[in-house]
């Protein structure tokens, strides 16, 4: 498996877990799991990837501005994240955020794979492909279970 299969098997469980969010009711058992499941998919995912995928690439002048840009937009993706557990669950505030958390994350995702991938995919090797899956994989598994 490659570094960008491990991220794009990922980013599948991120878009499961916010369609889910959106579509859950008021201050539910539904909605607190779903959320909690969330916050620690993209807190693992984000610094997974920034230290196995984005790193790397900051190193190379060709990939240095894109892997920046995704970095920032982890971060945005983070100030929704604690917006959103500042409002109440039930409330209509919480339930926009999530909209808006949704689409700069579905925004997030696609300009990775459309644009990040295909740019990243010509300046790691085939061997560094693989590792960097293997420690990413390693990595998000540990993050996972840190709760």
């Known amino acids: 498996m490659t570094i960008f299969e491990s991220i794009r098997d990922d980013h599948e469980t991120q878009r499961t877990l916010i369609d889910l969010v959106v579509q859950t009711e008021g201050d539910s058992d539904g909605r607190d799991d779903l959320w909690a499941r969330l916050k620690r998919e993209l807190e693992a995912h984000a610094g997974a990837e920034e230290r ?6 900051m190193e190379n002048d060709t990939t240095q501005e894109a892997a920046r840009h995704s970095v920032a937009e982890h971060k945005e993706l983070d100030d929704f994240v604690e917006r959103m557990d500042g409002y109440e669950r039930s409330g209509s505030q919480w339930l926009q955020t999530a909209k808006e958390l949704r689409e700069r994350l579905l925004h997030h995702l696609a300009e990775e ?5 295909p740019v990243a995919g010509q300046i790691l090797s085939d061997d560094a492909k693989t590792s960097l899956a293997d420690d990413y994989v390693a990595d998000m598994e540990r993050r996972r279970s840190d709760d």
């Open 113 to 117: 794979e459309s644009e990040v991938f």
């Open 52 to 57: 196995y995928f984005y790193v790397p690439l």
